[in-house]
């Protein structure tokens, strides 16, 4: 049965993410418009240049917002990933942000009982 589901939502994740194929290369071509203003940006000299890369940059910005969609294509992507290890049985570790263990705000109550012991 569990594999069954998987498969299921596997299908289903390719086909939406499929469907959504041309929004996803739409964000791609707008990443690589805001990349190259940044870039040109930063290693022009003259105030024409800055204005014209950041104009470029602007323009990459305003495509992807219109191509919202496509976070809905990288989510299904992201789906097919997960599904894809689990059917391996692969354990999947989605990276978080932990505290440091050596900060003595995070953990008072330890530093506290180390200091009155």
């Not at 596997?10 to 418009?33: H, M, Q, R, T, W």
């Not at 104009?55 to 294509?73: E, F, H, R, W, Y």
């Amino acid at each position: 049965m569990k594999k069954f589901l998987l498969l299921t939502g596997g299908i289903i994740a390719a086909c939406v993410a499929l469907a959504l194929i041309g929004p996803l290369a739409g964000l791609l071509f707008s990443g690589l418009l805001v990349a190259l203003g940044m870039h040109f940006y930063i290693g022009s000299k003259s105030t024409f240049a800055k204005i014209i890369w950041a104009t470029v940059g602007l323009i990459g910005v305003l495509s992807a917002v219109s191509n919202i969609p496509a976070m809905i294509g990288l989510a299904a992507i992201a789906t097919i990933y997960v599904i894809y290890k689990k059917w391996n049985g692969e354990n999947v570790k989605i990276p978080t942000i932990e505290a440091r263990e050596e900060d003595p705000f995070t953990n008072f109550e330890k530093e506290w009982s180390n200091l009155t012991k």
